[in-house]
């Protein structure tokens, strides 16, 4: 699955390595985001052909129906819960203006906010960095590159926005949790021995 991905936008994520790294012999320019991402996709066979065929290739998710899960049908037309809908501009995975239809199809109250730059670094853009920018539209118009015409820049990280909206819909704030003090018994510090394994092992 991520060679596929990787091979979507196959420039940035294959070639400029190969020239850079192996036929220029450079050391990898150092950038914290791909070490997180190299802890790769580990799907089973069986899980990534379902994924890749049902959400991706036939769209299930925007049909009544379309998905099924454990024998139950998924309808998101049934979801009446306020949504926070994030897409990024640079996303090669999940095109923004092919996310965006799912802003029609929700019961519930959609907030939609598209972040700048891609599905990493748009996403983990904290406000300290002061990086990127984010754009809103409360409107919610069936074409996305309409409600991007009206829709109002703002500068650095969607977090701010976002903060706001859980302050309005998440509810009271309660003091956090100390893992062990319920019924469950911690399994073992974090971040746990699994991030240790090797898939090869």
């Given at each position: 699955m991520a060679d596929m991905f990787n091979m979507m936008r196959e420039n940035d994520l294959i070639w400029s390595f190969v020239v850079n790294n192996y036929l220029m012999g450079r050391d990898p320019m150092p950038f914290d985001l791909l070490y997180w991402?190299?802890?790769?996709?580990?799907?089973?066979?069986?899980?990534?052909?379902?994924?890749?065929?049902?959400?991706?290739?036939?769209?299930?998710?925007?049909?009544?129906?379309?998905?099924?899960?454990?024998?139950?049908?998924?309808?998101i037309g049934k979801i009446e819960t306020p949504t926070y809908y994030l897409c990024t501009k640079e996303d090669h995975i999940a095109p923004w203006r092919s996310g965006y239809p799912a802003t029609q199809a929700f019961a519930g109250p959609v907030r939609f906010v598209l972040g700048g730059s891609g599905h990493i670094a748009g996403v983990i853009n904290p406000p300290a960095a002061n990086k990127y920018c984010y754009w809103t539209n409360a409107k919610l118009p069936a074409d996305p590159d309409d409600w991007l015409a009206?829709?109002?820049?703002?500068?650095?990280?969607?977090?701010?926005?976002?903060?706001?909206?859980?302050?309005?819909?998440?509810?009271?704030?309660?003091?956090?949790?100390?893992?062990?003090?319920?019924?469950?018994?911690?399994?073992?510090?974090?971040?746990?021995?699994?991030?240790?394994?090797?898939?090869?092992e």
């Open positions: 991402n190299s802890d790769s996709t580990r799907l089973p066979a069986t899980m990534l052909a379902f994924y890749l065929r049902k959400v991706y290739q036939e769209n299930g998710l925007m049909t009544p129906g379309g998905l099924e899960l454990g024998g139950v049908p998924i309808d009206k829709a109002k820049r703002h500068e650095g990280s969607w977090w701010t926005d976002w903060g706001k909206w859980l302050a309005k819909n998440g509810g009271a704030q309660v003091p956090a949790r100390t893992p062990g003090d319920g019924k469950l018994k911690p399994i073992e510090d974090a971040p746990g021995s699994y991030v240790k394994i090797r898939a090869s």
